[in-house]
């Protein structure tokens, strides 16, 4: 039974069972996971054509890395915050190395939260990616959520010990290879 039932002073409360916690967390680490790695395929067979995905009437696309660069450079440029778009700029001018860097760190963030290893260290570092890219949106007049959707569950994912259900960190844990 995934929660417990308790009572004090006459009142009942419906706690969740921590083994519902955990494999819920677990889904949002390897959703998680599946959006940057995704991407970060993207990245990896497609400069600048896009990546399409279709089906049926679903149609979505994927930030390959000539999009990565035009989300950067024009939401760098029209940023009101001082600096940004010079920073911005200045990254543009990095991009034939930055486009690798940021494709290998959406494919090895996105496969070690799938796997569930390393999970919290991979969470952090996908929170700063994602933070960095914040500070380029955040005078942007974008959308409002458009970041924090991404950010938030990595942080959760930072926070919490996300990769004992249903992943690596939880098997070498329980083989006592892996810290508590």
């Known amino acids: 039974m995934?929660?417990?039932?308790?009572?004090q002073a006459g009142e009942a409360t419906t706690e969740v069972a921590p083994a519902s916690l955990a494999r819920g967390l677990a889904a949002l680490r390897i959703f998680m996971g599946l959006v940057l790695f995704a991407n970060g395929v993207a990245k990896v067979?497609?400069?600048g054509g896009g990546v399409t995905i279709s089906l049926g009437p679903y149609v979505a696309n994927l930030v390959d890395r000539g999009a990565a660069r035009v989300i950067l450079q024009s939401n760098g440029a029209s940023s009101?915050?001082?600096?940004?778009p010079e920073v911005s700029a200045f990254l543009i001018s990095l991009w034939p190395v930055l486009q690798w860097l940021v494709t290998a760190v959406e494919l090895g963030v996105g496969l070690l939260l799938i796997v569930g290893l390393f999970t919290r260290g991979a969470a952090l570092v996908g929170l700063a990616f994602q933070l960095s890219l914040a500070l380029v949106y955040f005078s942007s007049n974008r959308w409002m959520f458009e970041q924090p959707h991404e950010y938030v569950p990595l942080f959760i994912l930072a926070v919490v010990p996300a990769g004992l259900a249903w992943g690596l960190d939880g098997r070498?844990?329980?083989?006592?290879?892996?810290?508590s």
């Open 2 to 7: 995934d929660t417990t039932t308790s009572s």
């Open 80 to 84: 009101q915050l001082p600096l940004v």
């Open 172 to 179: 070498l844990r329980r083989a006592g290879r892996w810290p």
């Open 45 to 47: 067979f497609s400069a």
